[in-house]
């Protein structure tokens, strides 16, 4: 992974992201901060990000510390996305509220960025001040997948990092609007959760077939272990593999019909991609990236 994301900062990436969950049989990386620190060590450019890390399980003085200190180390390269999570087992294990973690959420910005300057402030009954202060501070997100999500990123943060779910945007626009700030513009268009780059694709599909459906199996898990079986949920059932490659979010893509969608994405486009996914071998990862390296990335808008 870290040769990965070095690769990536030599070749002008943006962003590298990490999730986080906790106590899962497939080793689903629990510490995304420790992870972005050893990514600041192996790269000079590229912004580096927990999207998203789950709020309630951090003691926000702690986090203030170690976010500050991880700004400084990365050279003011690391950015911030908070959430609320959603597995009743992750909460159970931290001893917080799955129904009162959209106000940690939001107690949570409202304090880093008061923490983030430096400057003495009033909490829990003390006068106290976080230091190192960073300089910049990191830029802070919220996830969510709702109106109430968005519109409370507009209110409390400096941006909105949302789902593949039609429309949230314009509610976290339209909430910066109302409130003074400048037009953030449109949503940038986004390619596919999960890109692949093959000159074989259909032996692509065969390689990647048993990452997909093991991912989605542990996504299933974590939504029935908290709705149980809601029918409004996703991943009521397994999907047949034909239905995963049927599904937008997953493409696998010759050379020419990436540079197809990146041309059509535009230059505000974002490309994402996931080499590693749920146990990819590193020689497959390897060999897709060296592909987008030289047949994709030099004629992409």
């Not at 050893?38 to 399980?57: E, S, W, Y």
């Not at 597995?87 to 959209?102: A, I, N, P």
């Not at 065969?206 to 908290?226: G, I, K, R």
Request: proline content about 8%; glycine content about 8%; hydrophobic content about 40%.
């Amino acid at each position: 992974m870290l040769d990965m994301a070095a690769w990536a900062d030599d070749q002008g990436f943006a962003y590298v992201d990490f999730g986080e969950h906790h106590v899962t049989e497939s080793g689903y990386n629990p510490s995304p901060l420790v992870t972005c620190a050893a990514v600041a060590g192996r790269t000079h450019n590229i912004r580096m990000r927990p999207n998203v890390l789950l709020a309630p399980f951090y003691n926000p003085v702690r986090l203030a510390e170690d976010t500050a200190v991880l700004s400084l180390v990365a050279g003011g390269r690391f950015d911030l996305v908070l959430g609320g999570g959603y597995r009743q087992r992750e909460c159970d294990l931290y001893g917080t509220s799955l129904k009162d973690r959209w106000k940690t959420v939001g107690d949570t910005a409202r304090f880093l960025r008061q923490a983030w300057t430096g400057e003495p402030f009033e909490y829990r009954g003390q006068d106290i001040a976080i230091r190192p202060a960073p300089d910049p501070p990191p830029a802070l997100f919220l996830g969510g997948y709702s109106e109430a999500a968005a519109r409370r990123a507009a209110r409390i943060a400096d941006g909105f990092s949302p789902p593949y779910i039609e429309g949230l945007w314009e509610f976290f626009r339209d909430e910066r609007i109302k409130r003074g700030h400048p037009d953030p513009g449109a949503a940038q268009p986004l390619g596919p959760v999960f890109l692949w780059v093959s000159d074989n694709t259909e032996d692509a599909w065969d390689m990647l077939m048993p990452h997909l459906l093991s991912q989605v199996a542990e996504y299933q898990q974590f939504m029935t272990e908290t709705y149980g079986g809601d029918e409004h949920i996703p991943y009521q059932r397994m999907p047949t593999t034909e239905e995963m490659r049927q599904n937008a979010v997953n493409q696998v893509l010759t050379p020419e019909e990436t540079i197809a969608l990146a041309e059509k994405l535009g230059n505000r486009g974002v490309l994402y991609l996931n080499p590693l996914m749920d146990g990819i071998a590193p020689q497959e990862a390897w060999r897709m990236l060296r592909l987008f390296e030289t047949k994709v990335l030099p004629y992409l808008p």
